[in-house]
């Protein structure tokens, strides 16, 4: 994704003809780039050759969960929904892990049904359903067990999931009493310990802490799991400081934690794979002069990119068409929607702009358009696939009819 002579393109495709052919607002992926994140992950752990599950919350566009699959990734999902759309975007159920913390009776069943490698079981009273379900059907069913380990991700407090307030997984106590009890179990296989830490982590002190829980509760418990799913949580940048997780020094704590047990080990990945690969385009619909501020007024809002007003969270915003003029008035990003928080970023210095002009949000690939709502009752943007000169539609741009 780059400048070629002032204009925004997106491999071999110029956006500016993009949005005159799809309209505004529109997500737009770039393939190689998700090609590439791929390859990267797997070239960053290939010294453990993980299973390497796509964590599906974080864009659930069919047609790039196919490209995913093609790619060699299994899926991490937490809802019916996102199973089946895994299943249907062709990932062989037995690369499939389920987490989450509320699974329904008819989730859990369809998950037995579908044979899928693990459910990530959250609580005793989901363990014991599962057991319920595996006992009426006569099935022996793999489960792995969500361990709390009370570390701080040091992420967003809004984001971090592995502390001990934190609604996920179970305490060690509780996990040690389920370990003991399912060895005894006829409809259960504890096959995998798993956890999850949180998002947009940057640092590695946090999952060597991980790893040493990990490690403390194993050596208590001596039961060998088949499986050690690590989650995933690697930041990106959103910025321009290109900072980045050190893969290097976590898959060394990884081998140094492996040393001693003979588990395979799982990722669940979502942002680093698929983040960097998405940029939202919006047209500018109004500029309003107020007395401090030029509101610059899109025709995307928040129901098409939560992540600012739910996190704080800061998207770059960058103009399709460069030119050299600069103005000296703060620029407020605004959308449509009728909410104060419904901003995307304020910014000092930016190219002159004027009604009509496009701009660009980067990095939405992740939790972009899956958090997407039709709030307001506005439709749900396009979603475009480019592979170098071709244009793929992964997603339709929305009707009013497809939801009134
Ligand atoms: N596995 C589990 C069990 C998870 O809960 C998550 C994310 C992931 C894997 C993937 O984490 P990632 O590699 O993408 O960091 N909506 C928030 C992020 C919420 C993450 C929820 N769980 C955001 O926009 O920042």
Known sequence: MKYIKNNFFVEKVNLQKLTKKFDTPLYCYSY?????????????????????????????????????????????????????????????????????????YSELNYAVDK????????????????????????????????????????????????????????????????VNYLKKSKYINLKCLSVHIGSQIFENKPYE??????????????????YIDLGGGMGISYENDKKIFNYTNYQKSIIKFL??????????????????????????????????KNFIILDAGMNDLMRPALYGATHRIIPVNKTKKYSNKTYEFVGPICESTDKFLSIKKFQKLKEKDLIIVCDVGAYGSSLSSNYNLRPKPAEILIKGSRIIIAKKRQKLKDFI
């Open 32 to 104: 190689n780039k998700l090609k590439k994140n791929i390859n990267n992950f797997k070239l960053n752990f290939s010294k453990l050759n993980p299973l390497i599950c796509f964590a599906i919350k974080s864009n659930s566009n069919l047609n790039i969960i196919k490209e995913i699959k093609k790619l060699g990734l299994g899926a991490d999902v937490v809802s019916k929904g996102e199973l089946v759309q895994a299943i249907k975007a062709g990932i062989n159920p037995k690369k499939i892990v389920f987490s989450g913390v509320g699974k329904t």
């Open 115 to 178: 044979k899928i490698l693990l459910i990530n079981s959250e609580s005793k009273s989901e363990v014991m359903e599962i057991e319920k379900i595996a006992k009426s059907k006569k099935k022996i069913v793999d489960i792995g067990i969500r361990l709390n380990p009370n570390t701080d991700a040091k992420t967003l407090n809004k984001i971090s999931t592995g502390k001990k307030g934190d609604k996920f997984g179970v305490n060690q106590k509780t996990f040690i009493e389920l």
């Open 209 to 226: 802490k991980m790893l040493k829980v990990i490690d403390r509760i194993l050596s208590k418990i001596k039961f060998r799991f088949n």
């Open 259 to 292: 040393g001693k047990y003979n588990s395979k080990i799982i990722f669940e990945p979502g942002r680093s794979i698929i983040g960097n690969t998405g940029i939202l385009i919006s047209k500018i619909i109004y500029i309003k002069e107020n007395q401090s």
